[in-house]
């Protein structure tokens, strides 16, 4: 046996060995449906779309791998913790900041109609070739137009933003753009999510395709779906964004990982965000 398929082995067995260490060996997405306020039907599972075949037969959203209480969360806005936040980041849209004298609202007016949509369709290539994340999009706002500093990516300021514009999309279907001038960035992402990272020599699909459902240690492995982020997460107290959570995951695998807001990591989302397609956007999710 070569020291490659030594090393393989013996990081196939140890992360056997987490997956199966605690709980219940497998346990599927629950069997409920997500409706908002009583009012909003989210579509949380559904069969996957045609670039899947061979790796997932049908996409499920994060929220049905969650307890009972966290899911109840998500159902009523009341009780939803995102928003003490989504309604600063409303505010923030109102408030005038810069040298230029303008806030959002002056060039966007109503965020209900003018962001409508955007969220399911994130990230995408601009006008000059480039892929960006939303966060991208709501700097060039602030330093171009408005003459504002930029915000950092994990701010309290940035998210709080990226939850009000995501809200407006909430029950749209994920719809990002896979071919075309998306294409290349598209094939990238996808080989990053299938490359092994970190001393545990794990990639994204070992825990989100092969052992969806599975526990590993106290944590229900989901399809690591992305539709519902920005999320509250009950484990950090506080909003995280999907770099945020990147960054995370490839520091579990015992690697150094990428920045958020990275090229990788825009590419990452790309090719994560395209595997929900089929989802419908949550808008304000809730996680553990």
């Not at 970190?198 to 690591?224: K, P, T, V, W």
């Amino acid at each position: 046996m070569s020291l490659r398929n030594s090393r393989n082995k013996i990081a196939a067995t140890a992360f056997a060995a987490l997956v199966l260490g605690l709980g219940p060996a497998l346990a599927g997405p629950a069997d409920d449906t997500l409706v908002v306020n009583e009012d909003v039907t989210i579509v949380t599972r559904a069969p996957a779309a045609a670039h899947l075949d061979g790796h997932l037969k049908e996409v499920y959203s994060g929220w049905l791998f969650r307890e009972d209480e966290t899911r109840k969360m998500q159902k009523d806005d009341f009780d939803n913790p995102n928003f003490v936040f989504l309604e600063q980041g409303l505010d923030a849209w109102s408030a005038v900041d810069g040298s230029e004298g303008k806030s959002c609202a002056n060039c966007h007016e109503d965020i209900a109609d003018s962001m409508a949509g955007v969220r399911a369709t994130m990230p995408k290539v601009n006008a000059k070739g480039d892929l960006w994340s939303m966060e991208d999009y709501i700097n060039d706002c602030r330093t171009n137009r408005m003459g504002a500093e930029a915000w950092k990516w994990n701010s309290a300021d940035m998210k709080n933003m990226t939850l009000a514009i995501s809200l407006q999309s909430r029950g749209m279907p994920v719809n990002v753009a896979i071919d075309g001038p998306a294409q290349a960035f598209w094939e990238k992402g996808k080989e990053m999510y299938y490359t092994r990272f970190g001393q545990l020599e794990m990639s994204c699909a070992n825990c989100h395709e092969d052992n969806f459902g599975n526990y590993i240690r106290a944590d229900h492995l989901s399809q690591g779906q992305v539709n519902g982020f920005p999320v509250y997460r009950l484990k950090d107290s506080g909003v995280v964004s999907i770099h945020q959570r990147f960054v995370g995951c490839v520091r579990d695998t015992r690697a150094e990982t990428f920045a958020a807001g990275s090229q990788e990591f825009r590419e990452l989302e790309l090719y994560v965000a395209s595997r929900g397609m089929g989802l419908e956007i949550e808008g304000a999710g809730v996680r553990p």
